[in-house]
């Protein structure tokens, strides 16, 4: 039985790859800021929309040196419905994270609790825009502005994804992408800061080569994050090819609304409106009037060789680091709880075949029958 997991890396054919290799290996130009490095820097901050963006090595260098660069301490806002990254970057910078609740219908953090949860020493906020749906911007900036917070989004689900006409990533006072290879856009392990300026992207780029800020001057505890020349061109190439990828996610993700519609006690969350959407992820909620709890559905897709995830369970404020904080007590975070509990995420990714999303469609139709 072929497996299917609930994501398949994007390759494009080999032999276009062999050209950049062919570059490296002629030039021997192999990091630090390479000539792929900065080509691929100019052309993603040209096709996202942004002004400047910094690469990175993975997305989690990026969080916690995004955090390092504005000088973030004490306490940090944040949602527990993520990847353990977004609040492991906290911690990493000896940042106390505060969990806030979900709102129901968007996954993202709600505005409407945010305010209860800042004290004196809360310095920013660090919302999630969970399966590429953007955050209300427009609220939590309003707060961030109100108490003189800073804003940093974990964007790493948000690859290209627009809102009201323009990229997303141009909300807030930093923004951060992940280009692991299960990302919608992948250089292997890659990830990047999107930088309102030149002085900021020069900042960053001093903090993720240890902090020279030339030959021999070294300003700050900078960490080795640098994004190597094979991923650089890895990158290039993946972008000639990502707008044929999103094409292919955007009809999975209609044939899954289509053959899913009729089924009682599933549902698909809607496209949030206003928005360009990236199709990253397909979750569905498994309610109390399907035949089986969520586990159950996923272990009979497991049977079948169907990998789907649970994204995001356990919630981060479950984890033994996280637990005794006095804002990951249950009682704080109905809504991320009972989405944890509800979530199932169904295999999208561009080569997944329509007679694969038709199985497992009939699986789940057919449960009971
Ligand atoms: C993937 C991911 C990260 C981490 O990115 P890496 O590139 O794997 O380090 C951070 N936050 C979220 C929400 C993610 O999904």
Same mark, same amino acid.
Request: glycine share 6%; hydrophobic share 40%; with cysteine.
């Given at each position: 039985?072929?497996?299917?997991?609930?994501?398949?890396?994007?390759?494009?054919?080999?032999?276009?790859?062999?050209?950049?290799?062919?570059?490296?290996?002629?030039?021997?130009?192999?990091?630090? *800021?390479?000539?792929?490095?900065?080509?691929?820097?100019?052309?993603?901050? !040209?096709?996202?929309?942004?002004?400047?963006?910094?690469?990175?090595?993975?997305?989690?260098?990026?969080?916690?040196?995004?955090?390092?660069?504005?000088?973030?301490?004490?306490?940090?806002?944040?949602?527990?419905?993520?990847?353990?990254?977004?609040?492991?970057?906290?911690?990493?910078?000896?940042?106390?994270?505060?969990?806030?609740?979900?709102?129901?219908?968007?996954?993202?953090?709600?505005?409407?609790?945010?305010? @209860?949860?800042?004290?004196?020493?809360?310095? @920013?906020?660090?919302?999630?825009?969970?399966?590429?749906?953007?955050?209300?911007?427009?609220?939590?900036?309003?707060?961030?502005?109100?108490?003189?917070?800073?804003?940093?989004?974990?964007?790493?689900?948000?690859? *290209?994804?627009?809102?009201?006409?323009?990229?997303?990533?141009?909300?807030?006072?930093?923004?951060?992408?992940?280009?692991?290879?299960?990302?919608?856009?992948?250089?292997?392990?890659?990830?990047?800061?999107?930088?309102?300026?030149?002085?900021?992207? /020069?900042?960053?780029?001093?903090?993720?080569?240890?902090?020279?800020? *030339?030959?021999?001057?070294?300003?700050?505890?900078?960490?080795?994050?640098?994004?190597?020349?094979?991923?650089?061109?890895?990158?290039?190439?993946?972008?000639?090819?990502?707008? /044929? @990828?999103?094409?292919?996610?955007?009809?999975?993700?209609?044939?899954?609304?289509?053959?899913?519609?009729?089924?009682?006690?599933?549902?698909?969350?809607?496209?949030?409106?206003?928005?360009?959407?990236?199709?990253?992820?397909?979750?569905?909620?498994?309610?109390?009037?399907?035949? &089986?709890?969520? !586990?159950?559905?996923?272990?009979?897709?497991?049977?079948?060789?169907?990998?789907?995830?649970?994204?995001?369970?356990? &919630?981060?404020?479950?984890?033994?680091?996280?637990?005794?904080?006095?804002?990951?007590?249950?009682?704080? &975070?109905?809504?991320?709880?009972?989405?944890?509990?509800?979530?199932?995420?169904?295999?999208?990714?561009?080569?997944?075949?329509?007679?694969?999303? @038709?199985?497992?469609?009939?699986?789940?139709?057919?449960?009971?029958?």
């Amino acid at each position: 039985m072929k497996k299917i997991y609930v994501t398949q890396p994007y390759l494009p054919p080999l032999e276009e790859f062999i050209p950049y290799l062919e570059q490296i290996w002629e030039s021997k130009w192999l990091t630090n *800021g390479g000539p792929f490095h900065q080509e691929l820097e100019s052309k993603l901050a !040209d096709y996202l929309g942004v002004e400047h963006l910094a690469l990175f090595a993975n997305g989690t260098l990026a969080l916690v040196t995004a955090l390092k660069s504005l000088r973030i301490a004490g306490e940090v806002i944040t949602t527990p419905f993520s990847f353990v990254a977004s609040a492991h970057s906290l911690l990493w910078n000896g940042i106390k994270p505060v969990f806030v609740d979900i709102h129901p219908e968007t996954f993202n953090l709600d505005p409407d609790k945010i305010e @209860a949860a800042i004290t004196p020493h809360t310095s @920013a906020i660090l919302p999630v825009h969970v399966y590429g749906h953007p955050c209300d911007v427009e609220r939590i900036e309003k707060i961030a502005d109100t108490y003189g917070l800073k804003v940093i989004y974990d964007a790493a689900h948000a690859f *290209g994804v627009g809102y009201k006409g323009q990229s997303l990533l141009r909300n807030g006072d930093l923004s951060i992408l992940s280009f692991h290879a299960t990302k919608v856009f992948n250089t292997f392990e890659g990830g990047a800061i999107i930088c309102p300026d030149a002085k900021t992207k /020069k900042r960053i780029d001093d903090l993720k080569n240890f902090g020279y800020a *030339g030959e021999v001057t070294v300003v700050a505890t900078g960490i080795n994050a640098k994004m190597n020349e094979v991923q650089a061109a890895f990158g290039l190439l993946q972008l000639k090819h990502v707008d /044929k @990828a999103i094409g292919r996610r955007h009809k999975i993700d209609a044939q899954y609304r289509e053959q899913l519609s009729s089924v009682s006690g599933i549902t698909c969350p809607p496209l949030p409106a206003d928005t360009t959407h990236n199709y990253s992820y397909f979750p569905i909620l498994i309610e109390k009037e399907y035949l &089986l709890l969520r !586990d159950e559905l996923n272990d009979r897709l497991r049977q079948n060789g169907i990998y789907a995830r649970r994204y995001f369970y356990p &919630l981060i404020s479950e984890f033994p680091m996280y637990r005794g904080l006095p804002s990951a007590v249950k009682a704080n &975070l109905p809504f991320a709880r009972k989405k944890a509990d509800q979530v199932l995420c169904l295999p999208i990714y561009p080569d997944l075949e329509n007679e694969s999303i @038709a199985r497992i469609t009939s699986i789940i139709k057919n449960i009971g029958s």
